[in-house]
């Protein structure tokens, strides 16, 4: 797999899902060592220019060389399309894109009713703006 350097994922912790999947794309080379964070250790450098309301509710990417974030469903296809840049290319097309969009906002708006975290939360928590309750 060819690795995505100087890029980190903003991830939710207490979210066993984003964990997962965060934590797979380290072990797999997609990322490397430093291409994840918690969302609650995002720091006054990294604030600046991250919309941390906006990175509660989609996963944010940051490029450290260019200083910018990209959110969501765009994150994940430049992560999986660095390595693989068939399903980024597939990704991106219209129709596709629309079904990926709408299943990635159901699934991160509703990640804490879909796969509850533990009941232990820790500090700044990453909680959705709304959810199927």
């Keep these: 797999m060819k690795t995505l350097k100087h890029q980190t994922l903003v991830y939710d912790k207490d979210c066993p899902l984003c964990r997962a999947y965060t934590s797979g794309f380290v072990k797999t080379g997609m990322l490397d060592e430093n291409g ?21 509710n989609e996963i944010a990417l940051i490029d450290h060389a260019s200083k910018s974030v990209t959110y969501g469903i765009d994150s994940l296809l430049k992560v999986l399309g660095h390595s693989m840049p068939l399903i980024e290319k597939v990704g991106k097309t219209k129709p596709v894109y629309a079904v990926l969009k709408r299943l990635y906002s159901f699934i991160s708006y509703n990640r804490k009713v879909i796969i509850p975290s533990a009941k232990n939360q820790t500090e700044a928590q990453c909680i959705p703006d709304f959810n199927l309750k």
Excluded at 36 to 56: K, S
């Design 36 to 56: 994840r964070l918690p969302y609650a250790h995002l720091n006054t450098e990294n604030c600046a220019f991250v919309d941390a309301n906006r990175a509660r």
